[in-house]
């Protein structure tokens, strides 16, 4: 994601899960069938430059006024929006400390404190995102070009302690690193929840499942990344801080029709079950609502229905509050493009959504005698199936 200026195959599963109920989640973005579909892509230019009017309303997607980026029902906070946030830029220059532990957090609540209020109205009780990206709060997950963070980390420490032997650097780096990054990611949503208490606060593309290796290959399970449990377990201060999960579903162009993308958006959505369950806060459990693409990763090419069908409707099988539809600035960067956008919604996105709210409608009439959503699985089968989305 970027800092800019400005239903189903019926199936069988091994197990059975229970999931949040539909008054859990914020009142604005809560639909009567039990799942939300949130528009948070930057497409207000559409409509404002090229006079290009896309029809979410007309299909059931929630939007801010004026299809804005930050407004009443959604605000997405990148890191140069939101307080003093310390990263490490592409050419190696240090932004507000660069690692956390040379971060002002003092600085950053204050500052964070005043963007929330001067952006958000007091009575805001739509979906709050903080989306961090640079690093991870775990040593082990910084790898890759986020192996400088701990490079810093020990630099840092050797600065200190000159004499340390590499093992004891490394550990105390650690140490140092991780119980920082988590005062800054656990004080900011403090923050945010108790200055807008009825907002859904959470950070984009946590927790994570790390399953899309080797997803087209036969034998593919979808099943979460081995250790991926216990380190999201030891992320329990997050989850505890949270009032809404926000896992990241996208789809890679070259599994674009391909049958695991749907178990690969399955266990991720689970594990936000799994750990919405164990370790959210006492009551209500956290809504879970995954972000998913229009388009596959890195590119303007749309999904189609069974991609659709892989994503948000594996996602509304199993009972999740909703989903977010994200996608850059690119979509909306020429008339012609818009254009192409609102036939997308018209003949595609729209009219699949359309299903998938008749199909949970269906779902919560036929299964829960209409006193609720359809909440995932029960006793090993799925309550929305494919001849619900018709």
Not at 148 to 153: G, I, M
Not at 189 to 207: E, N, S
Not at 214 to 232: D, I, V
Not at 380 to 388: H, L, S
Request: hydrophobic share 35%; charged share 20%.
């Amino acid at each position: 994601m970027f800092c800019g200026s400005s239903l189903l195959l019926f199936l069988f599963l091994p197990l059975t899960v229970t999931l949040f109920l539909r008054d859990t989640v914020s009142a604005s973005v809560t639909r009567k069938h039990g799942f939300s579909v949130v528009w948070n892509m930057p497409t207000s230019k559409c409509k404002r430059v090229f006079g290009v009017s896309l029809p979410l309303q007309q299909h059931g997607i929630i939007s801010n006024a004026e299809q804005r980026f930050t407004g009443e029902n959604i605000s997405l906070f990148y890191e140069c929006r939101l307080g003093l946030y310390p990263y490490i830029t592409h050419d190696g220059l240090s932004v507000n400390g660069g690692i956390p532990q040379k971060g002002n957090l003092d600085g950053h609540l204050a500052l964070s404190e005043g963007q929330i209020n001067a952006l958000m109205w007091n009575s805001f009780n739509g979906l709050a995102v903080v989306d961090w990206e640079k690093w991870q709060p775990q040593w082990r997950r910084n790898y890759g070009t986020r192996q400088a963070y701990n490079d810093l980390s020990k630099q840092l420490v050797r600065q200190k302690h000159p004499h340390m032997s590499e093992e004891e650097v490394t550990s105390l780096a650690k140490a140092e690193f991780e119980g920082a990054a988590q005062s800054f990611m656990e004080e900011t949503l403090r923050l945010g929840v108790k200055a807008r208490p009825k907002g859904l606060w959470g950070f984009y593309g946590y927790p994570g499942c790390y399953n899309d290796q080797r997803a087209k290959e036969s034998g593919y399970t979808g099943q979460c990344k081995p250790g991926t449990e216990a380190l999201n377990d030891k992320l329990a201060f997050l989850w505890q801080q949270s009032t809404a999960l926000y896992p990241s579903v996208y789809v890679r162009r070259e599994l674009a029709g391909h049958p695991n993308t749907r178990l690969m958006v399955r266990h991720r959505v689970l594990e936000a079950f799994r750990v919405a369950s164990q370790h959210g806060r006492d009551t209500p459990r956290l809504p879970v609502l995954p972000y998913a693409r229009v388009a596959f990763t890195k590119t303007l090419h749309f999904l189609n229905q069974t991609d659709l069908e892989n994503t948000l409707g594996e996602i509304a099988s199993l009972g999740a509050a909703g989903v977010v539809l994200w996608g850059e600035m690119g979509f909306a960067k020429s008339k012609h493009q818009c254009v192409l956008l609102r036939d997308y919604i018209r003949s595609v996105l729209g009219v699949y959504v359309d299903a998938l709210h008749r199909g949970v409608a269906h779902c919560s009439k036929s299964v829960c005698s209409a006193n609720g959503h359809c909440d995932g699985v029960e006793n090993g089968v799925r309550t929305v199936k494919d001849k619900d989305v018709k």
